[in-house]
């Protein structure tokens, strides 16, 4: 079993759905991913908060065995952000975004994890996630995210990201931005050509798609009674499907797709609630179950 290293964002959300709403709670893109990774394997956590973040937060991150060597804590007020979703809940509107301490965020790799096995890059500016992996040791796999904003802001700098990493994570809608092209097959050629050997787009309650040189595999989103919150749903998939992958080593084909639906379990966990609060009653055989389901789910004969 290897360590997975995310380099990414701890923050408190103010969030609205259809379904209720929450303030100050538990949010931040390497939260999420380090949350689900943490069922698979061990997690080391590089990121920055202020000196007013609950320690009670802290404790549940510690709870899950991740190990907080690398969260700066630095005097100032933590990253917030406010967003509310409309029923179609497939895309937040961002309300607020404070970025506070994270706005100078530099990430300082310590020495004991200068040689993750695996790397997570969450949506930090490409110049950080650069400078990420100029200080430490090629890991096995190294997979990123990305958004908008970069997308428009810092093509070149994404693009010399992209030439060094293994797997693009992003959502369709970033997809298009980044390939310029309403075609998400067209996108994934053009972008495959340009570096990463994986490109998974995730689609919301549409589910996701894995393009690489070899194939293309789609998994749905799993159907779901009840969802609340999507926020960090696809940090959660990150962390689940490199979690998976972290925890058997296994690069095959076969094995990327597993991760796939990993990752896609982790996400139906998170939306049925607020922040990470189903993530923190989760127990690994509900996660076993869930992927069970997911293959009767995707499973046909072939009657020809």
């Known amino acids: ?47 920055v908060v202020g000196e007013d973040f609950p320690d009670q937060h802290l404790r549940f991150l510690k709870s899950r065995g991740i ?27 961002t309300l ?30 490409p110049e950080l996630q650069l400078d990420v992996l100029r200080q430490v040791r090629r890991p096995i796999l190294v997979a990123c995210d990305t958004m908008n904003f970069w997308i428009e802001r810092k093509r070149e700098a994404l693009w010399r990201v992209l030439e060094q990493v293994d797997v693009l994570i992003i959502n369709d809608g970033e997809a298009r931005a980044l390939g310029g092209h309403p075609n998400l097959t067209q996108v994934a050629r053009e972008t495959l050509a340009r570096g990463p050997k994986h490109l998974v787009i995730k689609r919301g309650e549409y589910g996701v798609v894995l393009f690489n040189q070899k194939q293309t595999f789609a998994a749905p989103a799993f159907p779901l009674e009840q969802v609340q919150d999507p926020t960090g749903a696809g940090d959660t998939f990150a962390g689940g499907f490199m979690g ?11 094995s990327i797709r597993q991760a796939v639906v990993f990752g896609s379990v982790m996400a139906s966990f998170t939306v049925e ?13 509900e996660i076993e179950a869930r992927f069970r389901e997911f293959k009767r789910l995707t499973h046909f004969e072939d009657l020809s």
């Not at 290897?2 to 103010?14: E, H, K, M, W, Y």
């Not at 804590?73 to 029923?87: C, D, I, P, Q």
């Open 67 to 93: 190990d907080l060597t690398g969260l700066e804590r630095r005097a100032g007020e933590t990253f917030r952000w406010k967003g509310e979703y409309s029923h179609q809940l497939n895309e937040a509107h």
């Open 1 to 47: 079993m290897g360590n997975l290293l995310v380099v990414g964002s701890v923050a408190l959300d103010t969030v609205k759905t259809p379904f209720g709403e929450v303030s100050e709670v538990l949010g931040g893109s390497a939260t999420y991913f380090a949350t689900a990774a943490s069922y698979f394997t061990s997690v080391d956590l590089i990121a």
């Open 273 to 285: 609630a607020f922040s990470l609060d189903r993530l923190r009653a989760l127990d690994y055989k």
């Open 96 to 125: 607020d975004t404070r970025l506070n301490v994270f706005e100078t965020f530099r990430p300082k790799i310590p020495d004991q994890y200068r040689s993750p096995s695996m790397l997570f890059l969450g949506n930090i500016d």
């Open 244 to 254: 998976y992958l972290a925890a058997t080593g296994n690069l095959s084909e076969a």
